[in-house]
């Protein structure tokens, strides 16, 4: 199993562009999750989904959207890029009766300038 | 979901024990204590999950007392590559109200020194 998989690994964008970070798992899990992380800091929930063709906001849900069709995949896209959501960004999934074990991908580096 | 306290850092040396303490007060009934560990530049790995008294595994130890106000992660015989930030997370993995959200504090930065 490859896992929890991100890409890509680094991004920079200029205020303003759209861009979508791609998410995959490959374990079958119903449970899937997107944290920002910023400097000197814990993460921050995005967006979550507890499976295919649902999804909900966590705490900083503001300027991002996502779609869960599938269960492997869970995009996180960012419509009009601010200095802001520059960050480091987690995507995370977990089986439904274990959901607190979670798996994190890399992570995606992502900055505004 | 309760709220977790924990220090910001600890300072140790290879070869010693560490342990890190958590707060929960307003823990529920039906709460789990989870722990996660970073790397730099890395994603959370799960480390060890608890309800009561004592739970190992071969990474770590983690004490639960009996009312369960507080919880400990003890790393035994630390080496340089136990630095990381270490979080205490608490919740219900469980029910209805399981939604997998994970709620991250700061955690706690430990440096282990040669």
């Known amino acids: 199993n490859a896992g929890v998989t991100q890409t890509p690994k680094f991004q920079v964008l200029k205020t303003g562009q759209s861009m979508t970070l791609q998410c995959a798992q490959d374990?079958?899990?119903?449970?899937m999750s997107w944290y920002r992380q910023d400097p000197g800091m814990g993460l921050r929930l995005i967006h979550y989904?507890?499976?295919?063709?649902?999804?909900d906001q966590g705490e900083v849900p503001n300027g991002y959207n996502v779609s869960r069709s599938t269960t492997e995949d869970f995009p996180l896209r960012l419509l009009s890029a601010a200095p802001s959501q520059t960050s480091v960004y987690f995507c995370?999934?977990?089986?439904?009766?274990?959901?607190?074990?979670?798996?994190f991908g890399p992570g995606t580096r992502l900055t505004v300038t | 979901l309760a709220k977790t306290t924990q220090p910001i850092s600890m300072d140790s040396y290879e070869g010693q024990e560490v342990n890190i303490t958590c707060s929960h007060n307003?823990?529920?009934?039906?709460?789990?204590i989870t722990w996660y560990q970073q790397f730099p530049s890395q994603g959370p790995r799960f480390i060890i999950q608890g309800y009561k008294t004592k739970v190992t595994n071969e990474v770590a130890s983690l004490f639960i007392p009996a009312d369960r106000k507080s919880s400990t992660l003890s790393l035994p015989r630390v080496s340089l590559s136990d630095t990381a930030v270490y979080y205490c997370l608490v919740g219900s993995p469980h029910g209805s109200s399981n939604t997998g959200k994970l709620i991250f504090g700061q955690g706690t930065t430990l440096q282990v020194k040669p």
């Open positions: 307003n823990i529920a009934t039906n709460d789990y």
């Open positions: 374990m079958n899990h119903e449970y």
């Open positions: 995370a999934s977990t089986k439904r009766e274990a959901s607190y074990e979670q798996y």
């Open positions: 989904s507890v499976g295919a063709g649902i999804t």
